[in-house]
């Protein structure tokens, strides 16, 4: 969210270089890390904060790119452009899993030793690549035309305008990505068999949605909208819903999951509700736009 609030201050363009630097940065000296044994306790600590620093880079990332794909784009190709940033997420993670296996490839021994170390201080080679380019690419059109005292809001009051300008468009898009990220968690981190299957719809599902918070609001929210909106209700259900999950089965005497059914059930319901309240909307919009009459907006 603070990404989102930071984009529509000093822009999508500086938002994602400074996520970059952030993540790559940290990334290497992860891979600098001194072990337990050179420093004890303190080298578990330091581990944490990084990763958690790495959080806080990668929160502002994928909201940053959609903004700036889709801002990009025409009419006729922001729903294709809006979502490539989806599609490169899973590329990135299919990458990964090749670095991953290249490097358990040479052995245990390998491994533990220094070879986990190779890909994390690789991120300093990518991040300088990566800067050097989002640094050198112009800032969006819809940004531009962004007033300057649009720019000069303070944080709280970017949000208060978010709130005041699409609240109905927040809410569907929380609604929508909050459930999606309950039941996508709640089968990753379980172990029924059909946990599987998410794994397979997950990246279909995250190409066609990622143009469709962007669609929901103006150039002057959008960023902050993208971040509310979308990762703050999906690390919020994301991490809960399994949480909750979870303390269902454990105090059952007999394990039993119909809790977790009851769990699903409900977040598929908010995803649905979401989307039927987002038809609503543009079917409103596109009569409104044609001239019908108010009244007929009811029918």
Known sequence: MNGGILGEKIGRKAVLSLSLLIMGIVSGLIGLLPSCETIGIAAPILLVILRILQGFG??????????????????????????????????????????????????????????????FVASFAVVGVGYWIRRNMPETPDFERVTTEAKRRKGFQVFLDLLKLDWRGLAVVAAVYGGYAAISYTFKTS???????????????????????????????????????????????GGRVPLAALAIVTVSPTHATWGVSLLIIGAAVLVVAGVVFDQKDRVGLRIAGAGTPPGARKL
């Open 58 to 119: 990668a929160s502002a990332e994928l909201g940053s790119a959609i903004a700036v794909a889709y801002e990009y784009a025409d009419e006729r190709t922001k729903g294709r452009f809006g979502a490539l940033p989806a599609l490169d997420a899973q590329v990135g993670l299919l990458g990964a899993s090749l670095a991953v296996t290249g490097v358990t490839s040479f052995g245990k021994e390998f491994l533990y030793d220094w070879g986990w170390r190779i890909s």
């Open 191 to 237: 172990r029924c068999p059909t946990s599987h299957s998410s794994r397979t719809w997950r990246p279909t599902s995250a190409f066609s949605e990622s143009p469709w918070p962007a669609r929901r609001r103006s150039s002057r929210c959008r960023a902050s909208g993208l971040g509310a909106g979308r990762e703050v209700s999906g690390a919020t259900a």
